[in-house]
């Protein structure tokens, strides 16, 4: 049976922004109504938009239920946070709600530590070998690579090929918090060396050093030694 992809198009940062905004305001079928006006002026098919809104929901509004409080967090404080803040944050919902955005991700993060330059020829073999080769994994493979040219994570260098772009720097602890938090959840574990997330290839285009410090505040995670050298950082249960 062929895994489900459900990324089918281009998601834009202001978008994904917008939805954010409004999240708190309405109810799941106003939101429906709001995001189908707001996004007439970029999307004319009724079909793309309301594909566009079915992302959108399942990125912002129907987040599972175990990372709800630091959604809830995120959206008290978003008028706060940085562009570079708001865009780790809507990459790491994005790679929840959608696991083949995830697998994009983590395909150009792994191969982007090996080499400076990544074909999208490379990443959609990947993809089809992990999701079957049919033109849905195709429309799927570029509807991920333009969103990520769109919100400046990786850049055409020439035919097919892309490279990083610069970091972007992310000090907050409460981001650092949602880092480890999604990172937690999806490699589906209660526990993760801090150097392991440090570097996980699923963040590859944000800097970041976790403030251990800062994040004692979280109760959501805990910190404890993993032998002389590793420091551990853990899901609490509530």
Known sequence: MSKPVGFDQKVLLKHLDFTA???????????????????????AGAKSRKNAITMLMKIWYLVDNDLLPVRDQILDQY?????????????????????????????????????????????????????????????????????????????????????????LSITHPFIHAFIAQVLLKLLDSNSLQVEFIHHHPLFFPFNYELDVLGLQDYEALSFHRQGVKDLVIEKNTI
């Open 21 to 43: 905004n409004q999240t708190q305001k309405y109810t799941r079928k106003e939101m429906y109504t709001i995001l189908d006006g707001y996004l007439r002026d970029d999307i």
């Open 79 to 167: 008028s706060q946070l940085t562009k570079e803040e708001r865009t780790c944050v809507h990459w790491g919902l994005t790679m929840v709600a959608y696991p083949f955005f995830k697998d994009v991700a983590n395909e150009f993060g792994r191969l982007f530590q090996l080499q400076d330059e990544v074909t999208s020829t490379a990443i959609g073999k990947r993809m089809k070998e992990s999701y079957g080769d049919r033109r849905r994994v195709e429309v799927a493979t570029s509807a991920v690579l333009t969103s990520m040219k769109s919100w400046e994570m990786i850049q055409a260098i020439g035919k097919r090929t892309y490279k990083a772009n610069e970091k």
